[in-house]
Every structure is written in structure tokens, then in C-alpha cells.
């Protein structure tokens, strides 16, 4: 039998009957769920499920219309410490280098030492002595960079939006690896993505959702889910 | 406190870089300032008393449209990649943000008022009467009541459909107190008509009430949807 008090317990994020409207459109409507600490989990579903809007919401960029968020025991903008989020959009200024968007996020963070920022790039494969501006790199250098913003501060929960959009077959490969690595050592990583094929074999759960709810939870990649 | 002071200034680092190697802002402030100078200069000629007289309206009103348009770029940029969302999920506190913001802004006005300063003096041959070193705590007061309201204002409209109608229609009424101020004061030294005391403590005190309320209210803006 399962004891409820363990599964709260070992849970990293709480979700209680959340509830997002915008408007009259209700783009979550009474998502609960618990999400255990260092899994992987993909969060899957058609355009207007509600996957972005829930990982927004987790990352503390929406507040909810009704119900609870709790991650770590605190609000998520109370957790910003722990979470690492990177949007479909690369959040980084095409003007700047990597390595000086990065200089700059780590100033956020009040990370003083500046060698975590080339092992952030390093750790993407992306070089940190390259000087040309973010925004003449290509669309799966940037992905990659973007990564490295999220992953900066060492965040224990990372929430990636579409981390393999607009990305080559190859390059979105390697983020995946790269996303396993991190996952092994200990991270909790939640990715919305439309590419679930490439998670196959590598997520510890998928999660299902339709019309802002979730509605399945599946430890593979269910035919019934592939819909 | 620490934190609040290298946010700050590593951000007004990072936009002062922006701006440099874009210059978007400063090149469309130059241009507008130096138009109304030149076309105001041909559109009537006034005598030296007339221009001490009309000088304070003129220099003040070029200044106020020239940085609406750097108001403008100044979080148009964030909004690029979303890159203000990065900052919205970071611990760094929302006062940082709103504070370089507004001090890149002084910087950027300033530098625009002492490069158009002399021109104004040349072209429309001013001389000040009374004691012209006034003149520049009115500009930096003035020149603070413009940035740290529009700054405010700017971040508020920037999420609009029609953000640069909107940025003139929240700050231009918001602004009526100081840029009386300013161009009382500013007339008041250029004449040598008394003392423009009451008008540098009024723009002193809106500067004060008006940067405590915008860093009060700015988390709010910065955290809504």
C-alpha cells in the first residue's frame, strides 16, 4: 500500500488544483500532480494543452488564478535558486557574446567566479572564447547557449520550453545526452517538447497533457500517448 | 544592499555596452534634438531678451520628446528574445533592474543636454543674467524627473500594442510639475528675474517623492504578466 505522507515526502514540486484563465480561456484548468526529485520527466501534449503555461507558472513568470504551486517547500519565486528555466525564446542579448551574457547572468545569481561561466559554456560544447555576438550563431548554438544560462547557477530543477525546436537532428541529440548527464546527477529536468522521440528511452516519465489538465502518466512512450 | 549595488551597476554596465554598439538610442535622440533646434531657429527670430524669455520652454520641451525615444529602447531591448524573463526568474531584485534602467537613461539625457546646450546658446544667442551655475542642478533635477518617471512609465506601456503612443500619453501629464519647474527656473536664470530657488526645491522634492514610488511600485510591474 502506498503511504501518501512517503510520496509527499520525496516530492521536489506539489502541484494543487491549478488553475490559469486568461481572459475568459482557461489554459490550465485544475492541474494537480507531484513530481519526485531527480527524474526526468517530459511533459507532452498539442498546441494549447497548457505545457508552456504550467512550466511558466513553475518557474514563477505566471501567477496561478487558483490553486497552489509549492517546489521545495516554497512558492516558486521563492525557489528561483533552485530553477533553471530556459524558453523557447534564447532570453540572451544577440548584441553580446556568450560569454558576456553569461558574465552578466552570473552577476544576477552574485556568482563571483567567472570560470563557472566557461564551464557552463563547456559543458553545452560550446567554446567560451568565442567572440562573435549571440545573435550570428546558429539556431543550435544558440539553443546550447541558452542551456548554459539555465544551468549557470546549478540549479537543482531545470524547466526547458521546446529545447529542441528549430535544432538539427544531431545537435538535439547531443543536448538530450547532455540532459541525461544532468538528470544522473541528481537534477529534476522537466522538458515541453513536440519531439517525444528523442526523449524515448531516456525520460522517467511522460506526462500527458490535453486541454489543461493532465491527463496520463506513463514511465514509456505509450502508443496511446504518441496520438 | 551589496547585491542591490553590482546589480546595478553590472546591468547599467551591460545597457551602456548595448548602447554603444547599437546606438540606437543616442543617434535617434541627436537627430530629433538637433531638428528642433535648427527648425525652431528658423521659424522666428527673437531678440536676445525674447529667447531668454522663450529659451527655458524650448530646450526642456526638445529634451523631453528626445528621451521618450530612449525610454523606449531602453526595455524594447529586453523584450527581444524575452530576455527580460531571465531576469523575472533570477533572484536579483526588481529595484536593480528599475534603478540602472533609469540611471542609464540620466546618462544618456545628459550627454544629449551637454552636447545640444551650446547649440541652443549659439543659435538663439543666450546669455545668462542671473547666476548661470543654478543652471545645472535645474538640469540634473529636471533631467532625473524626466528619466525616473519615464523609465517607470516605459517599463508600464512597453507590453502594450501601441507603446509609443501610450509611454507620452502616461508621462507627459504625470511630468506637467516638473517641467514647469524646469522651465521657470531655467527662465528665471537666463533673465536674472529674482531667485529660482523655489523652483529647484519643488523639482528636488518630486525627484524624492517620485523615485521612492516608482521603486516601490516597480516589482509590481516587473512581475506582472
Known amino acids: 500500500m502506498t503511504n501518501p505522507n512517503i510520496s509527499q515526502l520525496t516530492a521536489l514540486v506539489t502541484i494543487n488544483d491549478l488553475v490559469k484563465q486568461f481572459g475568459r ?78 558574465r552578466y547572468f552570473a552577476r544576477l545569481y552574485d556568482i563571483a567566479d567567472e570560470s563557472r561561466c566557461g564551464q557552463a559554456i563547456r559543458s553545452v560544447a560550446l567554446d567560451p572564447g568565442l567572440s562573435r555576438p549571440v545573435g550570428k550563431y546558429s539556431q543550435g548554438m544558440r539553443q546550447r547557449m541558452s542551456l548554459a544560462r539555465a544551468i549557470l547557477h546549478d540549479p537543482k530543477i531545470l524547466l526547458l520550453d521546446e529545447p529542441f525546436s528549430n535544432v538539427d537532428v544531431h545537435s538535439a541529440r547531443d543536448m538530450v545526452g547532455l540532459l541525461k548527464a544532468m538528470r544522473d546527477t541528481g537534477k529534476t529536468i522537466f522538458v515541453v517538447t513536440h519531439q517525444a522521440g528523442l526523449l524515448d528511452g531516456v525520460a522517467d516519465e511522460f506526462v500527458w497533457m490535453e486541454a489543461g489538465k493532465i491527463v496520463e502518466r506513463t514511465s514509456q512512450l505509450s502508443p496511446a500517448g504518441a496520438r | 544592499m551589496s547585491s542591490l549595488r553590482s546589480i546595478t551597476f553590472a546591468t547599467l554596465a551591460k545597457d551602456i555596452r548595448l548602447e554603444w554598439r547599437s546606438r540606437d538610442a543616442v543617434n535617434s535622440m541627436l537627430f530629433f534634438s538637433l531638428l528642433v533646434v535648427v527648425i525652431f531657429s528658423f521659424s522666428f527670430d527673437p531678440n536676445a531678451e525674447e529667447s531668454r524669455q522663450i529659451a527655458g520652454g524650448l530646450i526642456w520641451v526638445a529634451f523631453l520628446f528626445a528621451a521618450v525615444v530612449a525610454l523606449n529602447q531602453t526595455w524594447a531591448r529586453e523584450l527581444r528574445n524575452q530576455v527580460l524573463d531571465a531576469y523575472r526568474v533570477s533572484p536579483a531584485p526588481a529595484a536593480a533592474l528599475f534603478l540602472a534602467k533609469a540611471l542609464g537613461n540620466f546618462v544618456l539625457v545628459s550627454l544629449l543636454e551637454a552636447l545640444m546646450a551650446p547649440l541652443f546658446v549659439i543659435f538663439y544667442n543666450l546669455r545668462a543674467l542671473g547666476p548661470a551655475w543654478q543652471l545645472i542642478p535645474v538640469a540634473l533635477l529636471g533631467t532625473w524627473a524626466l528619466v525616473v518617471n519615464g523609465t517607470f512609465f516605459a517599463a508600464m506601456s512597453i507590453r502594450t500594442r501601441s507603446r509609443e503612443i501610450m509611454l507620452p500619453l502616461l508621462l507627459f501629464p504625470i511630468s506637467i510639475p516638473a517641467v514647469q519647474s524646469m522651465v521657470e527656473a531655467t527662465r528665471i536664470l537666463l533673465a536674472g528675474d ?29 512581475q506582472a504578466e
Open chain 2, 194 to 222: 529674482g531667485s529660482a530657488r523655489f523652483w529647484i526645491v519643488l523639482l528636488l522634492t518630486y525627484d524624492v517623492v517620485f523615485t521612492t514610488a516608482c521603486l516601490a511600485l516597480f516589482e509590481t510591474i516587473l
Open chain 1, 25 to 102: 480561456f482557461a489554459a490550465l484548468r485544475g492541474v494537480s500532480a507531484e513530481f519526485a526529485a531527480g527524474r526526468f520527466f517530459a511533459i507532452l501534449g498539442d498546441n494549447g494543452a497548457g505545457k508552456t503555461t504550467l512550466l511558466r507558472m513553475l518557474a514563477g513568470l505566471a501567477q496561478p488564478t487558483r490553486g497552489k504551486i509549492s517546489i521545495l517547500g516554497a512558492e516558486p519565486r521563492g525557489a528561483c535558486r533552485e530553477i533553471g528555466y530556459m524558453a523557447h525564446p534564447s532570453l540572451l542579448y544577440d548584441e553580446m557574446s556568450g560569454m558576456e551574457n553569461l
